[in-house]
């Protein structure tokens, strides 16, 4: 009788179908992580982690298919002044983006293979260290066989945002990006990210901000439904630095966004928030991890769901306070709001404490829309679906009041009501 | 003969040192309390051994001393058989060196009970002493003490008691004015014997010999516990409670308790537990299982007091618990209070299944972990039924290195239309070497249902702890001052005879934790 170890064929599985890219100074890095992910294996749904989301789409050898959407709206962000880096289908297309060079800013691709990059000291570093105490083998597997990527390198403050746009054409398409950023001491960078990408997508992104820089991202997962999703962001922050993250989803049948961030210097301040609005066979999972490991640190997770005809929204949040990290301020809340009786929300908030001079705190809150609220907006003359929109933006409006720039703020705002009014 | 002026001072002097008198007093017993554990003694006693180690033989040999008939034999060999197989869980926030389970005593019991005494008159004095020793009178004619009112036997508040002292149960006290009112109160062990019809129908129906590692080993080899059945319309007419001591070096401790609580029915039942300081560890592997029936309630209160390891974490009970109410019936309610202070390890979560419409569920918790204690504790409320509510209120502190965990589930099924959760987890660190840890599942599948999540983590305040100082209080008095506010809301839910216990128990297990 043989022994099943249906872990272990999964892996062997998609290692198999895959060719790691070779030369250049990232070879050893993709080694090591393929190492890793061996000896991991992939995400299994009785793993613990992956306990509300089931990754057999995300490890098979083949993306599934998805269609191209067809988007009829004008193109996000395209009223903004940006550095625009095109990707199509997960290869980065020179043709369609801004020329790189920008004042205060240096910008690479990761497949243009060098032997010597400042890269080199983040490549997979990140990533391994947040690979402790929880396995993130997806990220591991996309270290190892990353075919492109941007490696940006904030010096000083750069006029424009950049602005990573990832088209998707091809509907069989499966892409792994993987990006580098790195905010030197005094620096700023603000990152903006959309589209579907492919028909699925393994990214990861490794921010290293470093003492006193200041990093933002803002990333919006649009309209188009059938696409798959596995992000991860590792974010490592120096002493008195900023790193405020947000996305907005809409739709996607499959979306798990990780973000992993390690407060190592005092006083830096670390903000991660989505809001996100789900109908039928969305499943959308934010994981979060952060770890506070030094002195007079605030992290803050503000996350918010609108789900329904059977949407799954799953919220698992975690904040680790070690020993050392004294004064720590955490806070983190994850809601969602179950527009019928048909969708789920799963939700695991954490915190595991080691100093004894914190104030952390977390809240969870499931529930339906208030009918009062609704048959006051109603007997005001607002009509019921109108009323609903309302609603639902003003739940949605603590998530959202985390994005720092009014611009890009008001801009998404629209954008989602016009969403909203689009899925009647 | 003093002038009029000077006689009032004196009074008014005299009380002052009457006052100092008492307050001296009190802070000498607290002392003789603190710092040591207080129930650390042991009671001398010839005891009767089965071979150490696990095995069919030795299930078969407790079966038999229990004088069991064949179905439960059956039932606990189909228990052992499935726990050989099985592993035990490592996903608790809980570190101790494995353990072996063949180097344990699971049968334990006083020579002098190997001839079941007929009544309490019977028992050997040393086992009764033991009880007195630990403020438990199994007397009838007494009253658990520090009781306000008791003086008067027939006006007190009566308690029964089932005394279960390592394996066996010795005794167990009002029965005949139970039966009166139609409630079975007797170990479990009896009711087998003499309710066999009850155990089959409930036994394992809440907590299934198949459900977890420890369980399925308590099933495999519980020796005793209690045993109650409330029939319907009955309000019990007296708390009932079981006292848990284990006192045999070497031994682990396997109870199981089944209470049913049939139609309209009402029982209140505490659940005390102690054992001597030991430098080995000692396991104590429990199942409580609960039944409640259409509009039926219990209130299941618990204080932990099991010898948590001295102040270098040797020795101490490892308490692997599995508690669980089934709210069968509509409109049934449950609640569970535990303040769990002792055990060097602890992994417990009083559970209940909300499977009738309208049913609740109530879990206030108060786990201390001193020294190099570790709980991982809390609850699991499984909403099926329509309407049902839920509270879970959880204070967890952690002082010296000790490591305390909240791990809860709160799920709500499809069906289980317009219900309702709230639960509020507090953690307290006292000192910068403990942790505290929560881990809550929650599980929404429906949208008429409300559920809220609340938690939050600090340390003592300090503007709290200067305002007592300010008053004239020293640290530690200001300290298990400030945490006896935090820990209100459950000492609150408790019934006073423990109330005044638990109270005691948060200033005494925070003793030394200061500074």
């Not at chain 1, 746009?165 to 950023?181: F, Q, R």
């Not at chain 1, 809409?250 to 992993?260: F, H, I, Q, S, Y």
């Amino acid at each position: 009788m043989s022994v099943a170890n249906p872990k272990a064929d999964t892996t062997a599985a998609r290692l198999n179908a895959l060719t790691m890219p070779t030369g250049g100074w990232s070879e050893p890095a993709r080694r090591d992580a393929l190492t890793r992910v061996q000896a991991m294996g992939l995400p299994h749904r009785r793993d613990e982690y992956w306990r509300y989301t089931t990754p057999d789409s995300l490890n098979a050898p083949e993306a599934p298919s998805a269609a191209v959407f067809d988007d009829d709206e004008a193109p996000l962000f395209s009223a903004h002044d940006r550095l625009k880096l095109v990707f199509v289908d997960g290869v980065f297309d020179p043709a369609q983006s801004d020329d790189l060079s920008h004042a205060g800013v240096e910008i690479g691709r990761l497949a243009d293979a060098s032997d010597l990059h400042w890269a080199r000291d983040l490549y997979g570093v990140l990533e391994a260290r947040g690979q402790v105490p929880v396995a993130r083998p997806l990220a591991a597997l996309n270290t190892a066989f990353a075919t492109d990527g941007v490696l940006i390198r904030a010096t000083g403050t750069p006029e424009r945002p950049v602005s990573l746009v990832y088209l998707h054409s091809d509907p069989e398409s499966d892409a792994t990006l993987h990006h580098v950023i790195r905010v030197e001491a005094g620096a700023s960078l603000t990152v903006m990210e959309h589209g579907p990408a492919a028909a699925r997508l393994n990214k990861v992104m490794e921010v290293d901000v470093a003492d006193n820089g200041a990093f933002h991202h803002i990333r919006a997962q649009g309209r188009d439904h059938e696409r798959r999703a596995v992000t991860h962001m590792f974010a490592r922050l120096g002493s008195e630095s900023v790193f405020k993250s947000f996305t907005l989803t809409v739709n996607g049948v499959l979306t798990r966004n990780e973000c992993v961030i390690e407060l190592t210097g005092d006083d830096a301040v670390a903000h991660v928030a989505g809001a996100a609005v789900g109908d039928g066979d969305f499943h959308h999972d934010d994981t979060v991890f952060i770890t506070h490991d030094a002195m007079n640190c605030e992290s803050r997770q503000v996350f918010k769901k609108v789900l329904r005809n059977g949407a799954t929204g799953v919220f698992q949040g975690k904040i680790l306070v070690k020993q050392q990290a004294q004064k720590t301020d955490g806070y983190q809340i994850s809601q969602a709001l179950l527009l019928d009786g048909d969708s789920v929300f799963l939700a695991k908030p954490e915190l595991e404490i080691y100093a004894d001079d914190v104030a952390c705190s977390h809240g969870s809150t499931t529930g339906a829309i208030d009918e009062t609220a609704l048959f006051y907006l109603r007997s005001r003359g607002v009509p019921r679906a109108d009323a609903e929109d309302l609603l639902v933006l003003s739940f949605l409006a603590e998530a959202m009041a985390e994005i720092e720039d009014p611009v890009i703020a008001s801009d998404l705002t629209t954008r989602l009501e016009g969403w909203l009014a689009r899925r009647r | 003969m003093l002038p009029e002026g000077l006689e009032g001072m004196t009074m008014n002097a005299m009380d002052v040192d009457v006052k100092e008198g008492v307050d001296r007093e009190t802070v000498e017993a607290v002392k003789s309390l603190s710092g040591t554990y207080k129930h650390g003694w042991s009671t001398d006693i010839e005891m009767e051994y089965a071979p150490k180690g696990l095995s069919e033989d030795i299930v078969r040999l407790i079966s038999e001393k229990n004088e069991e008939p064949e179905w439960m034999l059956d039932w606990r060999l189909a228990a052992y058989r499935r726990w050989e197989k099985m592993k035990e869980p490592e996903w608790a926030m809980v570190h101790y060196p494995p353990l072996d389970y063949q180097d344990q005593y699971y049968y334990a019991r006083p020579k002098s009970m190997e001839v079941k005494p007929k009544s309490l008159d019977e028992v050997d004095p040393k086992l009764l002493e033991t009880y007195k020793k630990l403020g438990i009178p199994l007397k009838e004619q007494m009253i658990l003490a520090g009781v306000e009112g008791a003086e008067n036997a027939d006006e007190g508040r009566k308690v029964a008691v089932d005394a279960v002292f390592d394996s066996v149960s010795i005794g167990t006290t009002f029965q005949d004015e139970l039966k009166k009112a139609g409630v079975i109160f007797c170990s479990i062990s009896e009711a087998i014997r003499e309710h066999p019809e009850l155990v089959k129908k409930y036994l394992g129906t809440v907590v299934p010999a198949t459900d977890n590692f420890f369980a399925t080993l308590n099933s495999a080899v519980f020796s005793d516990g209690s045993f109650v059945y409330i029939p319907p319309g009955v309000r019990c007419p007296m708390e009932l409670s079981t006292y848990f001591r284990i006192n045999a070096e070497n031994t682990g401790q396997f109870e199981r308790t089944l209470i049913i609580a049939d139609r309209e029915s009402y029982v209140s039942y505490l659940e005390g537990c102690t054992a001597p300081m030991r430098d080995i560890v000692q396991l104590h592997a429990a199942v409580v299982e609960l039944v409640l029936l259409d509009d039926a309630e219990i209130k299941y209160s618990t204080v932990q007091n099991w010898f948590p390891g001295d102040e270098d974490g040797k020795g101490g009970i490892y308490n692997f618990v599995t508690k669980r109410a089934d709210c069968r019936g509509d409109r049934s309610k449950v609640m569970w209070t535990q303040v769990e202070t002792g055990s060097a390890v602890t992994w417990k979560y009083p559970s209940c299944i909300l499977r009738g419409d309208d049913s609740q569920g109530e879990f206030y918790s108060i786990a201390i972990a001193n020294n190099w204690q570790q709980a991982d504790t809390g609850t699991k409320m499984v909403h099926l039924g329509k309407r049902t509510k839920s509270r879970i209120v959880s204070k967890g502190i952690s002082a010296g290195q000790a490591q305390n965990t909240y791990r809860g589930l709160v799920s709500m099924h499809p069906k289980a239309k317009d219900s309702r959760n709230f639960t509020q987890c507090d953690s307290l660190l006292i000192g910068n070497k403990c942790g505290a840890h929560t881990v809550p599942y929650i599980e929404v599948r429906n949208n008429s249902s409300r559920v809220e999540h609340e938690a939050t983590t600090s340390k003592v305040d300090d503007d709290q702890l200067f305002y007592c100082r300010s008053r004239g209080m020293d640290e530690e008095e200001a300290v298990a001052l400030v945490v006896n506010g935090f820990c209100k809301e459950v000492l609150q839910a408790l019934p006073m005879e423990f109330a005044m216990e638990a109270q005691q128990l948060v200033a005494i297990s925070l003793e030394g934790s200061v500074g």
